[in-house]
């Protein structure tokens, strides 16, 4: 029962205070949000029930997503920076070769479309798919040069994720 207390608790103090981000802290739509977010936490609590014992890593999950959001952005900078000089570079005899290479995918579920949608926010890289290759799925990725570490980067984002979901196996859980 707590767990259920707990959960709408977190959930109506996220929702209200992204509600209050959107309307840029106007007073205006508060009506609107005293009654779209108990709808909403209702519908949260029923689509993804709270699970007992899932809060005391919680503190160690804040901290890994914080430190993949700074993972990434490094990753977009650094990226964007190293395409801009291939692309310089290229005027004058090109560091740009493209190549698909295919990296091992433990990931499953939610999981999956994170590393999928992240990783297309890295410059000089695209998911093109999820193919399966004698049992084991992997992904197509399109580089823009062979020497960059696709799998490395592409393993570093899954490992990052898995820290963040508070598990060491591929599904991805925000409850």
């Known amino acids: ?3 259920w207390v707990r959960a709408a608790l977190v959930r109506g103090l996220v929702l209200l205070v992204l509600w209050w981000v959107l309307i840029e802290g106007g007073s205006s739509y508060l009506g609107y949000a005293l ?11 029923m689509l993804s029930p ?3 014992g899932r809060w005391r890593g919680v ?4 901290l890994a997503a914080l430190r993949l959001a700074g993972w990434v952005i490094g990753q977009i900078v650094s ?6 000089l291939r692309a310089v570079a290229r005027q004058h005899g090109g560091r740009i070769s ?4 295919l990296v091992p995918v433990r990931a499953t579920g939610t999981a999956r479309a994170f590393c999928m949608g992240i990783f297309n926010l890295m410059p000089g890289t695209l998911v093109q798919g999820i193919r399966t290759y004698d049992g084991q799925d992997q992904a197509e990725l399109h580089v823009l040069a062979t020497e960059l ?8 984002l899954e490992d990052r ?3 963040v979901s508070g598990t060491e196996d591929s599904e991805l859980d925000f409850t």
């Open 1 to 3: 029962m707590f767990s």
């Open 35 to 45: 009654i779209a977010v108990p709808l909403v936490v209702g519908a949260s609590l």
């Open 50 to 52: 709270p699970q007992t």
């Open 59 to 62: 503190p160690g999950r804040l």
């Open 79 to 84: 990226g964007g920076v190293d395409v801009a």
């Open 98 to 101: 493209p190549a698909s290479v």
């Open 149 to 156: 570490d696709a799998i490395g980067n592409w393993t570093s």
């Open 161 to 163: 994720i898995f820290r």
